[in-house]
């Protein structure tokens, strides 16, 4: 089985654009999750999803944030407009709510830098 | 706020002398408490994952869960310098889903 795939790996942007990452969740999870990695902060959540609505939207993160996802298997999220303390590594992640397994898949992430 | 503290922040271990790593949490009510690796611009690789309070060995890695102590710590075996990563502690929140609240890691060296 596929994991979780994310794109791009890596991208750079202008203060003040708009940058859209995107992720393929493990066919069959019901679950996703977005998350931003930094140094300083570690991972935080960004954004939960079950069954493509959203069940949770990180507070700090809502005014320039926005994560969807239109069907099963598929999400996006939307950064706009980028500042340079948004520079991060943004996870992915998935899994099947209601087996209890203990187990969260996590795509590669994406590297995003702004100048 | 669940919190996750993990320590040391850095771990320099020779190969094959056993790596201990810790992690305290703010409070017992997680039913589930996960170690996660990372190797530098890769994923999460989850390691090991338990449930109540004791032990659970997954290959060369054991985690101990002490509820009461707030406390879970990773145990790794003969450890290779391919094992060298940021190690990550984890909880779940309540409700049953996989929303994790993460310490900031361990930075693992391990020295050949």
């Known amino acids: 089985d596929a994991g979780v795939t994310q794109t791009p790996r890596h991208e750079v942007a202008e203060k003040g654009q708009t940058i859209i990452l995107k992720c393929e969740p493990v066919s069959g999870h019901n679950d996703l999750f977005w998350y931003r990695q930094t140094k300083i902060q570690g991972l935080e959540l960004l954004s939960y999803f079950r069954s493509k609505s959203l069940m949770e939207d990180g507070g700090a993160f809502k005014d320039r944030f926005k994560a969807e996802m239109l069907n099963s298997s598929f999400s996006t999220l939307k950064i706009q407009p980028t500042e340079p303390k948004d520079s991060a590594v943004y996870l992915c992640?998935?899994?099947?709510?209601?087996?209890?397994?203990?187990?969260?898949?996590f795509g590669e992430g994406s590297k995003l830098t702004v100048l | 706020q669940q919190k996750v503290q993990q320590s040391p922040e850095s771990l320099t271990v020779s190969e094959g002398a056993m790596a201990s790593l810790n992690c305290t949490f703010s409070d017992g009510t997680s039913d589930n408490f996960r170690w996660y690796r990372q190797h530098s611009g890769k994923g999460l690789e989850v390691l090991v994952s338990i449930f109540s309070d004791g032990e659970k060995e997954e290959g060369r890695f054991t985690a101990h869960l002490n509820r009461a102590s707030l406390h879970v710590s990773l145990h790794i075996r003969e450890p290779q310098p391919s094992d060298s990563a940021v190690y990550l502690c984890a909880m779940r929140g309540t409700g049953g889903a996989d929303r994790l609240t993460f310490g900031k890691g361990t930075q693992l060296i391990i020295q050949p």
């Open positions: 992640a998935s899994s099947y709510w209601g087996a209890n397994t203990g187990q969260l898949y």
